[in-house]
């Protein structure tokens, strides 16, 4: 197991430099590139002078690809103009909420998306089976945009039952911890139902196509057979099985979860760093734009390499091969 | 034979029907098929593949998927109870208990994310309420009676890391773990090497002394019949055609698809080079022709069995026939 | 014997007819999704012939009529500059659809011919082109499209190639996998062993087994652009204003004001996003269960 592990983490390696070169590549591209404004104007001149000569937009292209990365690894991943402050601060503030929202999104998908899978396919073909079937149809197929826009109509604007956007209320900004986490917990409801929306279709599908599956394989006869009760044949032999492919699902979900994230802070007005990037783009901040890309490319590899690791603690065979 | 007439049976199977509602129309896999197996015996049913005698064996203990099956009627009388009236419950007490199964492919009929340890202990802890290390040593125990090298070490084993042959010995272990009065194996060692077909039938053959345990043998292959069975069913498409104890089927077959079976095995004392066969395919269960569903493949088949099909008689003591023309004797109109 | 051969006969020709044939019977016979294939159809035709039925053209500014609801003359109403919302809706279709179409088009000619090269050659050019592919698909896809648009300007072109350039793997993966299967499969063994050339065999029998995913992946693939399209123009990142798209008119709801009082501007956009990418996930679902019937059961 541990092997494998380290086997897994050494595989991330090229896959994460090979997305990082091709990042540098396109926004060394770009107008105005990194390297003019990637300086903190608060570092004593010589060392203003020593990036300066390393970044150097003359510079033959890999070096400066290796340059950035050496200062990247030291946690220097630039300076922000507009916010003031080095890229990976200013990331930092708001990872936090973009974690938050996604994080509450995948548990309420797996917490109901996977028993209502289950349901589905042990009773295929019933009227519950059908209804969940549209349900998830309806849940794939709308857009968190135009989802989150009909709630914040209808639930935030229209009922007032919700805050119409932020992660606090201004008005807090001095109350004590419980009090603030309490209001950003209220703050994030909306968001976390339109962002777990989707997600919870993802998983009932995938769940109930992998029960179906399993529901017909030979040693779920077996375990009839040998007169266990449909209970444990279903949620023991059966689910075990099935939750397989389900793990890798969380993996595989990852950059479509940050994907949601983005929409999702955007419409609720979160401070995350999906809000962060949109106004990277538009304020032309590519030093935070690479930033906040090799973070999240870094994330999803790392939510890869943690499906993986729970694939093997739940498939026995793994660990062999 | 007539002191086994004697015995009482332990299951008798009366006009079981178990059809199938499937798009392509009904599908009467098993239709009124009636049966017996005696204490201590061993049946064993033939027939091509699609005759229906898996489903025949699956709903004894009913575990044929409905839907898209259903039990349309019949009986299934063991210990006294009817199989297809009582509870789910009830019918959980017997599954694994008095009767199990050992299924045609070991590969895929052993669940891949638990231990053996685990999968032979769990039947014996629902059958006999034994706690967890009571169970383990009588798993442990099971496995050394089939005869698995090291039965310590294989129960922490998953079975992936098992051979086929040693899977198949797993299942067997499993089923005969309570001391079944029936055993029913469907197919057993079809899926595996010759070699390891020959020993896993003699393990089969010596642990029924061992444990006096019926055993309801099902295959397509007439030499493993004839090692294994006292009497042998002869199905096709989804009706009983012949049963007769093993010497008389192989001796003197009576219905045309069982003398067709029996000469279309390759014959040693024989210098024809070719194998007899039987013309024609295996009927499609859905579309099946009226009358005898043989007669489009039998030699003798006249107008009578295109229009009706025959009772199963009883031509001889202990022998009985579903055909018009036994033997495939002559009719006027031929 | 007479009666034995008729029946031979029978079960040969009731299995010989044809490969799509049967995928057609089967689709035909699940209601869903032939519902949905007419309601694409129908999409698909408004946004065909909106210049002939609507009676206003798609920039026409009449500051009179500007900012009212639904009505008879107009019947989706008319935005702040009093253009009609009812022919916008269906000239944005043009786009979300055109594009959806040709980054669907472009990505599979980019995956099918590095999936087959990867299939056929294994590999080194096996294992570049999946290493190259696993690469791709760890990107955060939303993130890296946001990127790119910033550097390379939005416009419709830099879109497509960006959408289709970042979503060839899923099919490369899919034919890859197929004619790997596929090589392994019986009748190819038994093929090589009649001697029949490769060409022959790449045409006759691996073509009609791999289209039949490829075509799925068509229908599941214009649903996921169509989404992948309308994010991004909503964020302002998509398709540049004026030119409408499904994304660009819902996102005049970014305005709370627009948002809470004039529904018209957001919904049948939304609708029209919600209703194209159901039926093409429908479709597709159905097309799928078509192609392979023991899924279904």
Redesign the interface.
Known sequence: MKNYIIRRLLQII??FL??LF??FF??D??PGSITSNIMDPTMTPELKAALQEKLDPSLPFYVKFFNWLSEAMKGNFGYSFKHYRPVIDVIGDNIGCTFALSLVALIIAMLIGIPCGIISATKQYSLVDNGLTVLS??G???????FG??L??VLA??MKLFP?FGLMNPLNAKADFWTKLGDQAYHLVLPAIVLGFAEIASFMRYTRSSMLEVIR???I??????????KIVIYR?AF??AM?PIVTLIGFRL??L??GA??TE??FSLPGVGKL??E???T?NYPL?LG??AM??L???FG?LVADILYAA????IK?H | MSEMMEKKPLLEVKNLKTYFHSAGGLVKAVDDVSFDVYEGETLGIVGESGCGKSITCMSLARLVECPPGKYEGGEILFDGQDMLKISDAELRKIRGNKISYIFQEPMTSLNPVFKIGKQIEEVLRVHRNMSKEEAKKEAIHALDLVRIPNPERIVNEYPFALSGGMRQRVMIAMALACSPKLLVADEPTTALDVTIQAQVLDLMNDLKKEIDTSILFITHDLSVIAEMADRVMVMYAGKVVELADVNTIFEKPLHPYTIGLISSRPDMSTTSDRLNVIPGNVPDLSDLPTGCAFNPRCPYASDKCREGISELVEVEPNHFVRCYYPGGEKHDGN | MTTMSGNGMTLESSKKYSYWGGVWDRLRKNKLAMVSLVVLFIIILCCIFVPIFSKYTLSEVTMADRDQAPSAVHWLGTDNIGRDLFTRLFYGGRVSLGVAVAVTALECIIGVILGSLAGFFGGKVDTAIMRISEIFMCFPFLMICITLQAVFGNSIRTLIIILSVLSWPSIARIVRGQILSLREMDYMEACRALGISNKRQIFKHLFPNVLAYIIVYITLSMASVILTETSLSFLGLGVNPPTPTWGNLIQEARNLYILQHKWWYWVPPGLMIFLSILCFNILGDGLRDAIDPKMQK
């Open positions: 090229p896959v090979g997305i091709i990042l396109i926004i591209k770009a149809l309806v794939l197929a709308l857009p968190t945009f135009f826009l009909l914040l109509k604007v229209d119409i394989s030979d040693y006869r077996t375990a009839r057979a040998k007169g266990l009760s449909e032999h075990r099985n397989i950059p479509g940050i994907s983005v929409m955007t419409i990037s949109v990277a783009v538009s032309r734009l906040i890309n999240l490319t994330a999803t590899l890869t739940v498939d026995p065979r062999y």
